[in-house]
């Protein structure tokens, strides 16, 4: 099955789930995750993968029919089948065995671990634990420390002109470095998603493949001229 925003997007409609996930709101929307999805469709096949806080479930349901297991400390989520998820409500430990995974995917989640009293190095100790060795953990959307969108989201949200709180902690490349632990080697990283989706989920081209693909394509071009600016980190870890 090949994974992409446009057909995970036509999944779900088809599914009628889109209301269950922001990412589903729109195709622009959905390809804001295509990355992920990029590295997804790089898998060896069978590998036995964790979606690591899955949030809403909207990546297990794009994984759906790969070897995926996921984990939440929110409970259940409309998306994700039970026989797939673990809940738990230790801010670290994980319910797995040693070495049980081969890839470790954490969308959106390293960011948040210290409110709920856990610490980014504590849950990529647990992450190495419960992976084999030469196993990987694919870190996205944390968000970068000089982001545009973070800045103006962090004045806006100070004026009361949102209600979208700014994230509470930020990362350069050595912030993220530095919670890294031994054992864990950090073999990619680069910055990604310059461009805010929301704006253009209320347009009525909003679904156009053609349209998705002009903002794609903006998008991957304007990270690659002012990196520095991008909102999110993607990092690849390898398990010694």
Request: contains cysteine.
């Amino acid at each position: 099955m090949t994974i992409t925003a446009a057909s995970v997007y036509k999944r779900a409609l088809g599914a009628g789930v889109t209301q269950h996930a922001h990412q589903f709101q729109s195709l622009v929307m959905c390809s804001q995750e295509r990355l992920v999805y990029r590295v997804i469709r790089g898998l060896p096949q069978g590998s036995r993968c964790l979606d690591w806080g899955c949030g809403n479930g909207h990546l297990e349901f794009a994984m759906n029919g790969m070897n995926v297991k996921a984990f939440s400390l929110d409970g259940t989520t409309a998306l994700t089948p039970m026989d797939r998820l673990a809940t738990g409500s230790h801010h670290t430990r994980l319910p797995y065995p040693d070495s049980s995974f081969d890839v470790v995917l954490a969308v959106g989640v390293l960011e948040h671990v210290h409110e709920r009293d856990g610490s980014q190095r504590g849950s990529l100790e647990e992450l190495r634990r419960i992976l084999r060795p030469g196993g990987e953990i694919h870190v996205f959307h944390l968000p970068n420390k000089w982001s545009w969108l973070e800045a103006s989201t962090r004045i806006a949200w100070k004026l009361g002109r949102t209600k979208q709180e700014p994230h509470s902690k930020l990362f350069s490349r050595e912030d993220f470095l530095s919670c890294v632990p031994s054992g864990l080697e950090v073999v990619d990283g680069t910055r990604y998603h310059i461009i805010p989706r929301r704006f253009f989920s209320n347009l009525t081209i909003r679904d156009s493949e053609k349209f998705c693909a002009v903002v794609d394509t903006a998008d991957d071009v304007l990270a690659f001229l002012l990196p520095w600016l991008c909102q999110n980190w993607y990092f690849k870890l390898a398990r010694s």
